[in-house]
């Protein structure tokens, strides 16, 4: 079936630290892929996303490049702040339909930040 | 603020009880979604309405229903309550149904279950 993995965190950082949180996917046929993120209180926001292999979503100074041969679509970012500290989801959804919603998540990679 | 409103914030009950969480989605968006977040299962999705018609399915037990109302708000009722219920229950809008439509989550109900 369809599923997301990606890399446990917490992670931390120095600030202006380079940033990759690993995401790797199993799925059948094209699934579209993307990134959100979820504030300390708050729900998840859409960072990026790519809909089709060799794209790269790009938002706030992070980028992910969907790969098809690797099954990966790694978020990177090459200086991290403080307030880049938050949760990260890596997450697919099956070209099928159309429908958004049923996206299926990675468990979650904290992020913190230290100044 | 993504504008979608989940209301209670924060809920505790007790096993066999039933409740009831309500989400306004933000305005002029005619999807709604359900997701529940728990440490050990992660963000699931458990169902999606579109302009009051069910549209998808995800992990969503029996004892679980939605609907989304006329005037767009939806409500997740979840009843004969375990411990395992407990968990975050966050709703999500979006204007329409294709990947070109975000998903604007709300900021959740959580759901404690003695």
């Known amino acids: 079936g369809n599923s997301v993995t990606q890399m446990e965190g917490p992670v931390t950082l120095s600030e202006e630290a380079f940033l990759t949180i690993n995401c790797t996917y199993t799925a059948t046929g094209y699934p579209s892929l993307f990134w959100y993120v979820q504030y300390p209180g708050e729900g998840l926001q859409l960072l990026l996303k790519a809909t089709k292999a060799d794209d790269k979503g790009s938002n706030k100074g992070f980028e992910a490049t969907y790969r098809k041969e690797t099954t990966s679509f790694h978020l990177e970012k090459g200086s991290v702040q403080v307030s880049d500290s938050a949760v990260y989801f890596c997450?697919?959804?099956?070209?099928?339909?159309?429908?958004?919603?049923?996206?299926?998540f990675g468990k979650g990679t904290k992020l913190s930040v230290k100044p | 603020d993504s504008g979608v409103t989940q209301t209670p914030k924060h809920l505790i009950t007790a096993t066999g009880q039933r409740v009831t969480l309500r989400c306004s989605p933000r305005?002029?968006?005619?999807?709604v979604y359900w997701y529940q977040q728990s440490l050990d299962q992660g963000l699931q999705f458990l169902i999606q309405y579109y302009n009051g018609e069910e549209r998808a399915k995800g992990n969503i037990l029996e004892r679980f229903s939605a609907q989304q109302f006329p005037d767009l708000h939806s409500e997740l009722n979840l009843s004969s309550l375990e411990l395992g219920d407990s968990a975050l229950y966050f709703c999500a809008s979006s204007a329409g149904q294709g990947l070109d439509s975000p998903l604007h989550f709300g900021n959740g109900t959580r759901l404690t279950v003695t």
């Open positions: 997450a697919l959804n099956r070209n099928y339909g159309g429908s958004q919603g049923n996206l299926i």
């Open positions: 305005s002029g968006d005619l999807s």
